[in-house]
């Protein structure tokens, strides 16, 4: 029994150290971004680093399932990974910016656990929700679970958060590590896509921060192109 308790508290140790050295690089971001640098490219290598350590330790069940990087950033523990990555990105942003923001990670509120929310730090929750003073709604999503809002399949899901948290869709943001755009889609573009997911659910374009193109070109190697998505995303949290 007392190795068991060893063992459990040496798994919490590390954890916490793991989870100090995220919020730590958080802040190296915010700092970056604060004066004035892109921090695009290194917000997702760190992701890609989550990814690439989780495929060590859970070599076998990635194998198994063939996750690519743009699917297992929905599968646990790396997504929670990455919502507490970002979401300590923000906690500093706010703390750099003077802004106040109080960052909910995976809160129950209401009927809904969003993966980030950002309020005013007046802001309190009623039984039912915010009435007022939600800055942002953030989730984190991959194109396979984008793609049934895409295609309209359910037009209104985002009425959720308008209805629990006060908020209206310029207030609701998706991040996408990365999205594939293959040689044979009609879809050529990143941008395209956005423009589609907005005429689908009314949600802006740029709402959906998609932070690479994964471009496949015939049948060559994938080819990974950046964007400035999640700069311009912090430019426009700071405009609120």
Request: overall charge negative; cysteine-free; charged content about 30%.
């Amino acid at each position: 029994m007392s190795i068991l308790n060893r063992k459990k508290i040496e798994d919490l140790i590390s954890k916490n150290i793991f989870y100090g050295q995220m919020y730590a690089e958080g802040h190296l971001i915010a700092e970056e971004f604060n004066n004035g640098g892109s921090v695009s490219e290194r917000v997702l290598s760190i992701i890609d680093v989550l990814y690439q350590m989780e495929q060590k330790a859970e070599k076998s069940y990635f194998d198994t399932n063939e996750f690519s990087f743009e699917i297992a950033i929905e599968k646990e523990p790396l997504a929670s990974e990455i919502v507490f990555y970002i979401s300590g990105i923000l906690a500093h942003i706010s703390r750099e910016k003077g802004k106040g923001w109080r960052v909910f990670v995976r809160k129950s509120i209401g009927q809904l656990i969003p993966d980030i929310v950002i309020t005013e730090k007046e802001a309190s929750p009623t039984e039912k929700g915010f009435e007022k003073g939600v800055v942002a709604v953030i989730e984190l999503r991959s194109k396979e679970t984008i793609h049934p809002l895409m295609t309209g399949e359910d037009p209104n899901y985002f009425q959720k958060y308008i209805d629990t948290l006060g908020v209206s869709l310029n207030d609701i943001f998706i991040i996408t590590p990365t999205l594939s755009v293959e040689y044979q889609d009609r879809i050529k573009s990143v941008a395209e896509q956005q423009e589609i997911l907005s005429q689908s659910t009314g949600l802006p374009k740029e709402n959906w921060v998609v932070l690479s193109e994964n471009r496949s070109i015939s049948n060559e190697e994938p080819q990974m192109f950046l964007t400035t998505d999640f700069d311009d995303f912090l430019k426009r949290l700071l405009e609120r």
